[in-house]
């Protein structure tokens, strides 16, 4: 048996089966039949998309929402499709494995086929990008790059398969005469924190009167949110989330407050201000959040943050304290402080952010009640607010929503916070990452079909997102995966016009206008169900029909230009060069 030989392309899939990896993402190329063949023999799920960035942002929304790594295979051309979903995957930290068929090895360097240099630009946005350059040594860069991928700071590795590695043949053991004998996943590895040192912490943590947590990517990566929800509930500490990144807690939660954004959550400036401590657990210290500085992290307050690799801690160099700790180990230890008696924190602090949040809920549906029902009278545009609330209005408990866009993702935000304090309960959220890539919507509102199947899976998407990415829906056709699509559709790349009033001297917007674009007839004929929403009263009836129809569907809904809170900050703020 020991000398059967298989293809360069059969021993990847049977290298990435055997790391328990269960859904492949591709288009369909003639560099990776051999890989397709394996997967096909391995059977294993390969999803075909009409693009390559559709098939990246696909496998990181599947790796996001079941936070297991997943496969983008596609060839060489299609590497330079893939990039934008490399560097989306890369700013949120998803262990995304991207493969690519890649010109002759023999002959590198001499104008193969389709040759690119693909490793040199993956390498900036992956932790680990590699082309495979001996067929016997498959298994082994297979398994480096998985435990890069999984391992420390999680986040995406990249794999260059030369073609005639790729379709070459080896014996179908090559590897597994050396050590590791088995490639078969191992667990993930943990830090555990100098004692001494986590006892520093713990004990400015017990003797604080105002402490805030914030939570981040480590936190999600390594399954520990209802260890911070325990931690906060228990404590009596408010929880907030670093902005652009997939919710850790329901914003039904006690504990949670939401966004640690002055403009998107505004509460969360008076907590941040106030407090005497900051647990930054499994966050980094960048733009979003001033890089550790004032004015948004006092100068008076304790700024620590915690973190599970070495990579995030040279990261948040500007933190007062740096702590070595895998996220869960932290929380758990945090939490036993209750239970050994030595927290003494009463409900005070953490009833006046409950207070604060509830001020700003009630004053932001006292101002777009006003505006709404002067919309009515005039005949005006359905506010993006209001929108977004009354979408999840529809929705169920177990159903999943997909945010896409510029001001249509904000407001969005800023919906999911209010509609949650008041009860509002969803099975989950997802929206693009830290680079606000546009067009991510549609391939993650699949994702999130994919994995949970019996849900109703809504995106809002603003009109440029959806022309950004909005091709992709053929893979929802195609896997009869059926989303709601509804179109926030305000003539234009609204997030930048605005900017552009603001900024140029004559105040008019330049470049960003659409023509009138009949969203719903594209689902129509695609085979799907589409309906034009021009009043706010159409809404309601229009997503039930939407739902209810079984197919793919899209709500094309005429909505009103308005500027977000963080979009007119950042606009008033913004030097000719300068967005920091």
Known sequence: MANKKIRGGSLIARAIRDKGIEKVFTLSGGFCNPALEGFMECQMEVINCPHEQIAGHLADGHTRITRKPSVCLVGPEGFANAVPSMMEAWGER???????GSSSLKRQGSGGFKEIDDVSIAAPLTKYSASITDGTRIREFVDKAYRIATNGYPGAVHLSVPVDIMFSSFAEDAGLEE???SHQKKPIAKAWPDPNHITEILELSCNSKKPVLIGGHGIWWSGSEKKLEEAGNSLNIPIFNIPYHQKLLGEEAEAYMGLADIHQYPPSKFAIDESDLILMVGARLDNQMNFGNPPLFPK???????NGSHEEIELNRAADINLLCDTGVFLDTLSKLKKNNKWNLDRKWFDQNKTKKKEWVDKSLKDLSIETKEAEINGGKIHPLQLALDVQDAMGEKDWLVIDGGNTHFWSEIAINIAGANGKKLGGILHPGTFSMLGVGVPFAISAKNVHPKSNVVLISGDGAFLSGGLSIEAAFQEKKPIVVVIDNNGGLDCISQQQERLFESGKHFATDFRDIPFHKIFEGFGGHGELVTKREQLAPALKRAIESGKTACVNVKAKGVISPIVAA??????????E
């Open 570 to 579: 950042v606009s008033d703020k913004r030097d000719k060069a300068s967005i």
């Open 179 to 181: 050590r590791p004998f």
């Open 94 to 100: 998803s262990p995304v494995i991207f493969i690519t």
């Open 300 to 306: 008076s307050t304790k700024l620590v943050c915690i």
